[in-house]
């Protein structure tokens, strides 16, 4: 089975400056869709940016972008200039993409707080 | 309606006592998935339906959690005999059954026993 590990349970950062949130997976799979969601105080998840793993281009979504390193099965996602409604925790998914896939799995998801 | 919705928000019962939570996917989406957030922890997987097909149930914990999904649309989650390590945020999420789209949850339900 796919497993997911986050291995920062918390980061901080100054507003307005950059982190990284890092995520490593294990597959025996070519072909796949990794995610970052977001989860605020209101536990509702939120997409943050999706990955295609047969593309080598990293996603962006404005301040959001990724570093996916197949061969490394490394996921970090960036937020440049953070903001404070950032602060949340953010949680890392696989997807399989064979047929009959039978669940997402995610990492335990690491805690950003954005100091002021 | 626009998301999907978990009923009831909240639920605190006594230990021992059974409950049932309850999830309105997305309309259209085939796919739902079941996942229990202990505090302050990632997402622990439960079952997966997939349209008629037969439900992955490998992550529920015990005999005394199950799960249904009527007419492929709405879905039970129900355990019985609650215990006190049941305590957790329990998330529903449905999807489209296509490659590569994400999940929608819903804002959960918080469950404690007493």
């Known amino acids: 089975a796919q497993t997911v590990t986050q291995s920062q349970p918390e980061m901080s950062v100054q507003e307005a400056e950059t982190v990284t949130l890092s995520c490593t997976y294990d597959t025996s799979e070519s072909d796949y869709y990794l995610f970052w969601y977001k989860q605020p105080p209101s536990r509702q998840m939120i997409l943050v940016i999706r990955?295609?793993?047969?593309?080598?281009q990293n996603a962006t979504e404005n301040r959001f972008s990724v570093n996916f390193q197949k061969a490394a099965k490394s996921f970090s996602l960036k937020i440049s200039d953070s903001q404070l409604g950032d602060a949340a925790m953010y949680f890392c998914a696989y997807r399989s993409r064979k047929p009959r896939a039978n669940d997402m799995r995610f990492g335990a998801g690491t805690r950003l707080t954005v100091k002021p | 309606g626009a998301g999907v919705s978990q009923s009831p928000s909240n639920k605190v019962t006594e230990k021992g006592k059974d409950v049932e939570l309850r999830c309105d996917p997305i309309?259209?989406?085939?796919?739902l998935y079941w996942y229990r957030q202990s505090l302050g922890q990632g997402l622990e997987f439960l079952i997966y339906?997939?349209?008629?097909?037969?439900?992955?149930k490998s992550g529920l914990p015990s005999d005394r959690f199950s799960a249904e999904r009527t007419g492929g649309s709405v879905s039970t989650l129900t355990i019985q005999r609650t215990q006190q390590e049941d305590s957790a945020v329990y998330l529903c999420a449905s999807s489209i059954y296509r490659a590569g789209t994400e999940a929608f949850f819903g804002q959960g339900t918080r469950l404690t026993v007493v």
């Open positions: 339906f997939q349209g008629n097909s037969a439900p992955d």
């Open positions: 309309s259209g989406h085939t796919a």
């Open positions: 990955q295609e793993a047969y593309k080598q």
